[in-house]
């Protein structure tokens, strides 16, 4: 905010709070404010906010709001400072971030020290006690806040004094969630019942009237009160702890205080972060490069756990959890700690369902239930029966399959508008991610009993002959439940495997790679070994054990099959082709199979296949994306070519078209990969796969393809360049055109913020599953 303050004068400065689900309204209200009404007084805005997924949607409604009003502009519109605060330890490695260290530079340094001067001059002996100023200009001295928070070292844990109890709240208030408050009136109220409650609260609090700080925001707020600085409120918390006022006891004490009966929003809102909010932590490892993860609960139960014991912890959370009888949370957050931390999976299950109780339409509560049997599953015995293994695993993905149902009816809601532009956020993919881990633990657990149980769960031999060699008759209750697993297994990973090649999560601790290798895991122990009599079905067997039956299979063989591997893809799809009642993906798999083997280096394998397709178009505009993907790719002009030898921007609007019928809302709040580049050359030499660039960029072709798209910093590696054919175009009103000869084709910008300034510019040519895509658009006077 003090950034915003001091610069007022250069732009028009604002703060975008509350809810951000109407994106077009806020980029309304960014160019009203960049135009001040009028065209003739336009300033940039500098707009401060803290939630990153909204940044690329924002970017682009702001643009479309300014082409909308055909305003003329020679300066940025709006400046974005995301602002997001990090806890102790945490790294952020993000691109183009700005990190704020504890630790002052010399210029800094000598900056405070004379700023110290002044401030003793003006204040003398008063300054000792500006807390946050001091501990920023003694460098963040351990030292200083120790001495600072000396008041409370000699504390006793019985008959503590009601504003030694105030003072240990806001203590741990503010030590595990920055930036929170108490109000005056509700800490004058606590300390009423003290003789002294007629008195100021700087009075009453004496001697940590210091440590505490007063403030109000605008004249009409009630004032509140919180702890001079979050490093002190850590301090006193640890000294209180020392001295035998425990974390757990001031939380309980806390929660009977100031819970008692209405507990106002902005303070359950503190409590749930204190006891429920997960950290990110982010490291960088050499080796494998930025790494994330989440904790499994908040700051203040680990520590609790940890300094005190489980028993503690579990106090806590279930006290809270009583006491907020309406809130989901707490009873999440207590079912976690019952099956990780205490393998106590009767109770667990009890309080996983008491949340979904309470919150019967969320599918991240309903995901806690699906987890506890996951676990329980995972922790199974290897001496228990069949029956009582297939009796968990079903009740797991029962739980998951509702999570499933609740994730789709979110997602549904969350496309619905009024005519706004709504942001819709993610499709919640635990539940079917959660499916294909129980199916692969049971799958595990059976064939530990019995080796027959490959064939079965394959569905090459049928249950009787197990049901013999067992003898456990139980196992017949789930005979629904075992036919169906191959089938519903395949339907999960086809729907990953799409999901993970087409785009990926724009929030970085997603682990596609991850989801990626237990999704195929769990899909060829289902798909098994054993290949049908049939000649048709045995392609396509043979297709599904290399995860190339679907197109998305054949466009990851560059990152996931040998040469060999992709050689023979390409011949059994050549069967099923020949095949006289073969559908027609089958020539489009054919087709891509062999743009394959060509970005491996090798021949094709046949001259036919082009035509064959060409034959096929023009192609009817319900079919699926990955036709019309193609489609664009063998129309493109070639290098060389400036007229359009084919109705390019009808073929365009096909894809578009295609796209958001079959894959829009899946990805809407995700990024599309680009699949293929446009390089040099001729025919079907000419598409190089991103994987090839990929492992250019990163000189390992090993390497997991975590290359970051979205930033468009590949393109500056010369050998990449080399790869690609740099193509002409023009932007105007915000907006890109490919230029061939006379004709302009509008297209996508990988970054739109490289689209502010009108006039000629060169770029390099993607496809995704969405379309044609330019990335690494610069002016044309830049040579690359």
């Not at 925001?217 to 004032?223: C, D, H, N």
């Not at 850590?234 to 209180?240: K, S, Y």
């Not at 339907?491 to 990926?504: H, Q």
């Not at 290399?546 to 990152?559: R, Y």
Request: hydrophobic share 40%.
């Amino acid at each position: 905010m003090q950034v915003l303050w001091d610069l007022r004068k250069t732009f028009r400065c604002a703060v975008l709070t509350g809810s951000t689900l109407d994106i077009t309204k806020v980029a309304q209200d960014v160019v009203s404010l960049f135009t001040a009404g009028s065209h003739g007084h336009q300033k940039t805005v500098l707009l401060l906010l803290n939630d990153e997924f909204i940044l690329d949607i924002l970017q682009d409604r702001i643009m479309e709001e300014i082409a909308e009003q055909d305003i003329e502009i020679d300066l940025p519109v709006v400046i974005l400072l995301n602002c997001v605060r990090s806890s102790d330890g945490i790294i952020h490695q993000k691109a183009k971030s700005i990190i704020l260290k504890k630790s002052l530079s010399d210029r800094e340094q000598a900056d405070f020290d004379m700023k110290k001067e002044e401030l003793g001059r003006r204040f003398g002996d008063r300054c000792k006690q500006f807390h946050g100023f001091n501990i920023l200009q003694s460098n963040f001295s351990q030292a200083y806040i120790r001495n600072a928070c000396a008041t409370l070292e000699h504390i006793k844990r019985t008959n503590k004094p009601l504003k030694m109890q105030l003072a240990a709240f806001l203590c741990l208030l503010n030590a595990y969630v920055p930036g929170s408050y108490l109000l005056e009136s509700q800490c004058l109220d606590f300390l009423r019942r003290d003789k002294f409650g007629h008195l100021s609260l700087e009075d009453q609090m004496q001697p940590f009237s210091h440590l505490i700080v007063t403030f109000q925001q605008g004249e009409r707020s009630e004032k509140k009160v919180c702890m001079a600085h979050n490093m002190i409120a850590q301090c006193c918390t640890e000294q209180l702890a020392n001295a035998g006022v425990t974390r757990s006891d001031t939380t309980r004490h806390f929660l009977n205080s100031f819970c008692r009966s209405y507990v106002p929003p902005y303070l359950l809102g503190f409590i749930k972060d204190m006891l429920n909010k997960r950290e990110i932590t982010v490291i960088e490892d050499p080796t494998h490069g930025i790494k994330e993860w989440k904790e499994k609960f908040s700051r203040l139960i680990q520590d609790i756990t940890k300094r005190e014991d489980e028993g503690n912890s579990l106090s806590v959370l279930i006290m809270a959890s009583n006491k907020f009888y309406e809130v989901s949370l707490f009873p999440q957050t207590l079912a976690r700690f019952y099956y990780i931390q205490l393998e106590d999976y009767y109770n667990a299950e009890i309080w996983a369902k008491e949340a979904k109780r309470r919150a019967p339409w969320s599918s991240f509560v309903a995901d806690t239930l699906g987890q506890v049997h996951k676990s329980h599953l995972k922790k199974m015995p290897v001496y228990t029966r069949p029956s009582e293994i297939l009796q968990l695993a079903q009740k797991a993905i029962e739980a998951f399959e509702d999570e499933e149902k609740l994730a789709k009816n979110e997602h549904a809601k969350g496309k619905q508008g009024d005519g706004n532009v709504k942001v819709l956020r993610a499709l919640n993919t635990r539940g079917l991610f959660g499916y294909l881990e129980v199916c692969s633990l049971l799958y595990d657990h059976l064939i530990r009993h019995d080796e027959l149980w490959k064939q079965v769960l394959t569905r090459t031999m049928s249950l009787d002959s197990v049901l013999k060699s067992t003898g456990d008759r139980n196992i017949v209750r789930f005979k629904e439940l075992i036919n169906s697993l191959r089938d519903l297994v395949e339907k999960r990973f086809e729907f990953f495997d799409t999901f993970l090649t087409y785009s990926y999560s724009v929030v970085k601790r997603d682990d596609s790679s991850y989801m990626s290798r237990k999704t195929i895991e769990c899909y060829k122990k289902y798909v098994g070994d054993a290949e049908p009599n049939d000649q048709l079905q045995k392609a396509f067997h043979k297709l599904k054990q290399k995860l190339a039956v679907t197109s998305p299979g054949v466009l990851s063989c560059l990152e996931r099959c040998t040469r060999s591997d992709t050689k023979d893809i390409a011949v059994w799809w050549r069967e099923i082709c020949q095949h006289k009642h073969s559908a027609t993906h089958a020539l489009l798999n054919y087709v891509l199979a062999n743009i394959m083997l060509i970005n491996m280096k090798e021949p094709p394998s046949s001259a036919d296949y082009q035509s064959s397709f060409r034959e096929k178009m023009p192609l009817a505009p319900e079919m699926q994306p990955e036709f019309h993907m193609l489609a664009l790719l063998l129309c493109w002009p070639t290098d060389g070519e400036h007229e359009l030898a084919s109705d390019l921007p009808h073929l365009i609007q096909n894809i578009l078209q295609s796209y958001e019928q079959e894959y829009k809302s899946l990805f809407q709040s995700r990024y599309l990969r680009p699949i293929f580049f446009l390089g040099p050359g001729q025919g079907l030499n000419r598409f190089v796969h991103r994987r090839n660039l990929e492992i250019l960029w990163t000189q390992d072709a090993l390497e997991d393809p975590k290359t970051n798209w979205r930033n468009d910093d590949i393109f500056t590696d010369p050998t990449v360049q080399g790869k690609l054919l740099r193509i002409e175009g023009i932007v105007q009103d915000y907006r890109l055109y490919a230029t061939f000869g006379d004709t302009e084709i509008e297209l996508d910008a990988n970054r739109k913020d490289s689209l502010w300034k009108k006039g000629h510019v060169f770029f390099y040519l993607g496809f995704t599953i969405g379309g044609p895509v330019a990335y690494n658009v610069h002016r044309a006077e830049v040579i690359m």
